[in-house]
């Protein structure tokens, strides 16, 4: 068990090496656009479905692009573990504030597409929903709670700089 209070910040490695895939395909979306346009005016082999999902492909990939530069200036702790609970500082988690050790039923990995997702299930998830005073936030996380069982924290484990199973491990021995 770590000394608590135990505090998971983001893994800096894993978000360069997602900035660079996702840099790399942006720059193939753009070369494939150029690339095909100047065959559009040269008049040879033109493929408009490459003209035509090009733009959208470079306006993703610049979205995931820009993300992954924003998680990279987060230099801020994600989740703290402590004698109390588990506190979870994402933009819909942070008026929640801490979570009760006792209150806290077990946590679960899930696979959603290519991510893990690290969730942490409570007994009553409304007590702590109902400390979120921002309306958008409070409906997405009483959707997610509501789709998935009684889900009040989540994140994506694959960004966190931790060995997940030590940490589902320190969270099963508070919880027990």
């Known amino acids: 068990m770590q000394r608590l209070p135990y505090h998971i910040y983001l893994n800096k490695k894993t978000i360069i090496i997602r900035f660079i ?3 790399s395909l942006l720059l193939i979306a753009v070369w494939m656009l150029w690339h095909n346009t ?6 040879q082999s033109f493929h408009p479905e490459v003209l035509f999902l090009s733009p959208f492909m470079i306006i993703g990939m ?8 924003r998680l990279f200036d987060n ?5 703290t573990l402590n004698h109390k609970g588990i506190i979870f500082y ?3 988690f942070i008026e929640i504030g801490v979570v009760n050790w006792e209150d806290i039923t077990r946590c679960v990995e899930t696979k959603e597409q290519y991510d893990t997702i690290l969730n942490i299930i409570v007994h009553q998830p409304d007590i702590y929903i109902n400390k979120i005073q921002n309306k958008k936030y409070r409906k997405k996380v009483e959707t997610y709670c ?6 009040l924290l989540w994140i994506n484990a694959r960004l966190l700089n931790c060995d997940l199973t030590e940490l ?9």
Do not use: A, H, P
């Open 62 to 69: 610049l979205f995931y692009t820009i993300r992954e530069v």
């Open 146 to 151: 509501n789709e998935n069982g009684n889900v």
């Open 38 to 43: 100047k065959q559009f005016y040269d008049g």
């Open 75 to 79: 230099n801020e702790i994600q989740i």
């Open 21 to 23: 895939l996702f840099l």
């Open 168 to 176: 589902k491990r320190n969270i099963f021995q508070m919880i027990d």
């Open 90 to 92: 994402g933009k819909y």
